[in-house]
């Protein structure tokens, strides 16, 4: 408490507010439960000692009647008689309870001398016994009712036959209850207020019960008795409660809240020595306090903080000084990372064939992003961007190790594809940390205006022919670069006309997130690059970032923001229309297959080859097989795997699906596909059936592979200790590991001959 709330107070005031009274007052709020909880308990245990009084009592009651109806009065006869009647009535008859028409069905019973006898029995029982009731029933438990044998009571009064609606609970009970022994249960009704209950139950000689002999015992005067119980309780509690707080009140005021206000006045000394330049440290040290517990432990406490306190202003400054340093440190990083990229433009002045224009905007002191360009030789010029995992130095350091393999495989006159197999091999020899890179590379070779390109899991690039409009070139993508050793990369090629222009990008650009969570997205990127489609790179470049900020706003920037973009400014054109040129997107595997003297049928993008060679072997025709959205069916052999990826990445095109969350599915079907082909059937041939399943709630795509080869299950196998350096792991088992950790859920069953593997990833 303040000091303008509690020492200008008056005396009244302050006792009222202080510390003592509170306490106090809390003690005797805890009293006063500790009591209700003690009055409760008491009165559970008061109240189960009276009940099982009364149950003790009308169980007994209920045996010695038992026995008397088991050894005088032939008891099991009459009630078989009359039970007998009951089960045979129709439902018309049991609905006449109550009436004379229902009391003549069991006229016959009714006028034997047995029931006189036993009704006689069960009175003297009931007036010797000192209860309600005695009577004979058995319990319907198909219709929740109680069946009156003999009633002798001369109120509320049944017939041999007449029934009673009850709880099914208490009928479950007294049928299901244990066959030596006495049954009873408590329950309360209207029309007899509480009541205990007890049977004895009567079995014939299969084990079968017969009948109960019941006895009813009020229990309506025990609430009297809790009452009185109660009152003694409660005014016991009081003076307890009385006694513990004026003890309390003297005990504290001596052991607490005077040594308390010792160390405050302490504390305000302290505080208005520091304020006139008072350097004296002795304020809680001269304290006298001996109370042996945490007050006197707090004055000291506070002597040792008030010492540390005058170290600490000494230490400040040199911490104040580290933390500069650090800042600095940061700084020349970020510069260092700044200067590692091309950052002079024009960046070719001599060059009038183009123009190229970059930037990259971290999200942190330094980023992962990267972007790189330069002349391998006069006539080519090598263009990348990146976007590694992860922020700050880690990405940073990632960052500048994947730029220089990069750029020296480019300088050794590799192609795309082969630059980006080599670079991701180099880095996954030695990948602790498992950090990975996507990269969009290209080769453009300047005087024909023929780009090579390859694409590492990276976003689309975005293409404007001569006169034209911004639009997506939807590439072929690979697997990101450093998750896996030995991955392929395919290439295609892209024909830039005079006044064409490309602009690349991260992630950072379509996923800028505005203070609502919403997405920037493709088509407002590709809105904005239209805008002016006719400005320079550089132009280019401001307008995007222009309609970016301006969709963000005050939005915090979580990813790096990078961009690259070229215009080709050559005259010297090829014989090809600019729509056959895009056109060739479509095809990046033909591409692919020239570059790497491998035949074109055998590469995955020629799926007019691939489709009919499906075709044959299903049976069907080939526009027919290559046209099925539901299900996709083909030979198990790597060579149909592009034809897969293609049926698989044209239901999450359709979903809208991100581009990281298509390459992880992609790459998750080309290792349960490539397993199948290369293990399923061997040595012989098969099919393999996949059905892909886009779910709305929740949005997710659901992946089935089913084949009929050999039973394998994947998942019983182990997972790779991924912690070991990679001399020691054991070979096999990373792609389904990887598998598992891209799909949110993954599982596998062996039905009629045939594996199926299912996968599921929530987009």
Known sequence: MSEKTFWIMDSAKRKYRGLQARTVRAVMLICGLLGLVLLCIGLSMYSMSLIRQYTDHAGCVSELA???????????????????????????DRARNGTPEYQDLFA???????????????????????????????????????????????????????????????????????????????????????????????????????????????????????????????????????????????????????????????????????????????????????????????????????????????????????????????????????EALPGVFPAFPER????????????????????????????????????????????????????????????????????????????????????????????????????????????????????????????????????????????????????????????????????????YGMDRMVEALNRNPGDSPAEILFNVRRAVDGFVQDAEQYDDLTMLCIEYKCPGQTDEPAAETAGQTDKPAAAAAEQTDEPAAEMAGQTDELTVEAAEQTDEPAAETAGQTDELTVEAAVQNLQMVQDYIDEKLDAAGCPLETKMQVDTAAEEIFGNIAYYAYVPGKGDVSVRAVVSDNPKAIRITFTDHGKPYNPLDKPNPDVTLPREKRRIGGLGIFMTKQMMDEMSYQYEDEKNIITLIKYL
């Open 352 to 519: 009038t064939e183009f123009d190229i224009y970059a930037s990259m905007d971290p999200a942190k002191e330094v980023g992962g992003d990267f972007y790189d360009f330069f002349l391998i030789d006069d006539d080519h010029l090598y263009m990348a961007i990146a976007d590694v995992s992860g922020k700050g130095i880690p990405a940073a350091l990632f960052m500048m190790a994947s730029k220089s393999i990069l750029a020296n495989n480019a300088m050794m006159g590799k192609s795309p594809a082969r630059i980006l197999a080599d670079t991701n091999d180099a880095i996954c020899v030695n990948n602790p940390e498992k950090m990975f890179v996507t990269i969009w590379l290209g080769i453009l070779e300047i005087s024909t205006g023929k780009l090579t390109a390859s694409n590492a899991g990276h976003e689309y690039p975005v293409l404007r022919q001569a006169d034209g409009n911004f639009e997506l070139v939807k590439d072929e993508h690979g697997v990101m670069v450093g998750a896996r050793k030995g991955m392929k990369y395919t290439e295609y090629e892209l024909t830039l006309e005079k006044g064409s222009k490309l602009f690349v990008y991260t992630d950072g650009v379509p996923e800028a997130t505005d203070a609502q969570d919403n997405l």
């Open 108 to 338: 016959g019973v009714k006028e034997t001398h047995e029931y006189r006898l036993l009704k006689n029995m069960l009175a003297s029982f009931c007036q010797t016994g000192n209860v309600s009731d005695v009577y004979l029933g058995m319990f319907d438990g198909a219709n929740s009712t109680l069946v009156y044998i003999v009633d002798p009571a001369e109120e509320d009064h049944f017939e041999p036959g007449e029934w009673e609606d009850i709880e099914q609970r208490e009928t479950q009970k007294f049928l299901n209850g244990n066959e030596e022994g006495y049954i009873y249960d408590i329950s309360r009704t209207e029309k007899y207020g509480w009541m205990c209950t007890a049977g004895t139950p009567i079995y014939d000689e299969s084990g079968e019960i017969l009948f109960f002999v019941l006895v009813d015992v009020t229990i309506e005067d025990i609430f009297g008795g809790i009452g009185h119980y109660a009152l003694q309780i409660t005014v016991a509690t009081l003076l307890v409660i009385a006694l513990i707080s004026w003890a309390l009140l003297m005990y504290i005021e001596k052991t607490l809240v005077k040594p308390l206000n010792m160390i405050a006045n302490a504390a305000q000394g302290y505080a208005k020595d520091r304020i006139a330049g008072d350097k004296n440290n002795n304020h809680f040290a001269a304290l006298d306090i001996h109370t042996g517990d945490e007050v006197e432990n707090l004055s000291h406490v506070m002597a040792d903080m008030e010492q540390d306190l005058a170290e600490y202003e000494e230490n400040l400054t040199k911490i104040t000084a580290e933390r500069e340093r650090i800042e600095t440190e940061l700084g020349l990083a970020a510069r260092i990372q700044e």
């Open 66 to 92: 038992s026995q008397s109806v088991r050894r005088g009065v032939d008891g099991v006869g009459f009630s078989r008689k009359v039970m007998e009647i009951y089960w045979n009535l129709s439902d018309e």
